[in-house]
C-alpha cells in the first residue's frame, strides 16, 4: 500500500484539470459527513440519446465520486475492481447533476464505496463499487 499526498499527475477524464477534453469537475470533501459531493452540468458532447446524458458519463461520475471518498478518508492509491450501476431514470443535457459518494467499508485489502447521482431532486443513478489498493503507484 503506497500511501500519497495528493493524485500525482491528474489528467483524469473526470476530474484531471490537466485534461483539456475532460470534464473537469471539482470533488469537494464534507468531514461531517464522511463523503464528497460535486455538481457539474454535461453538455451534448457527452449524449447519448436525444437531450438524455451517457449512461457511461453517469458511471464515469460515480466511480470518481467513489474514488474521492475513498482518497480522502485514507489517503491510499486504489483502482476500481468491481463496480455495480444502477440507472433510475434518464439524466438530460444541460440541467445541473449532484453527484455524491461515500465510503461504506474499508479492509486491510480492500474497501467498498456508494454514489448516487441527482438531479432535480430525484435520483438518476446509483453505484456501489469496490476498490483495491495499487501496487507501485
Known amino acids: 500500500m503506497v500511501l500519497l499526498d495528493g493524485p500525482q499527475e491528474n489528467n483524469c477524464f473526470v476530474c484531471g484539470e490537466g485534461n483539456?477534453?475532460?470534464m473537469h469537475v471539482h470533488f469537494s470533501y464534507v468531514a461531517e459527513h464522511c463523503r464528497v459531493f460535486a455538481e457539474t452540468t454535461v453538455d451534448e458532447a457527452w449524449q447519448g440519446f436525444s437531450g438524455i446524458v451517457?449512461?457511461?458519463i453517469l458511471a464515469a461520475l460515480l466511480d470518481d465520486a467513489?474514488?474521492?471518498a475513498l482518497w480522502y478518508e485514507i489517503r491510499v492509491m486504489t483502482m476500481t475492481a468491481e463496480i455495480h450501476v444502477r440507472y433510475h431514470k434518464p439524466a438530460r443535457i444541460?440541467?445541473?447533476l449532484t453527484v455524491m459518494g461515500s465510503?461504506?467499508?474499508t479492509r486491510r485489502r480492500l474497501a467498498r464505496?456508494?454514489?448516487r447521482?441527482?438531479?432535480q431532486n430525484a435520483v438518476v443513478a446509483t453505484a456501489?463499487?469496490?476498490f483495491l489498493p495499487t501496487k507501485d503507484r
Open 20 to 22: 483539456e477534453k475532460g
Open 54 to 56: 451517457h449512461g457511461g
Open 66 to 68: 467513489m474514488w474521492h
Open 94 to 96: 444541460g440541467l445541473p
Open 103 to 105: 465510503v461504506t467499508e
Open 113 to 115: 464505496t456508494e454514489a
Open 117 to 119: 447521482i441527482e438531479q
Open 128 to 130: 456501489q463499487a469496490v
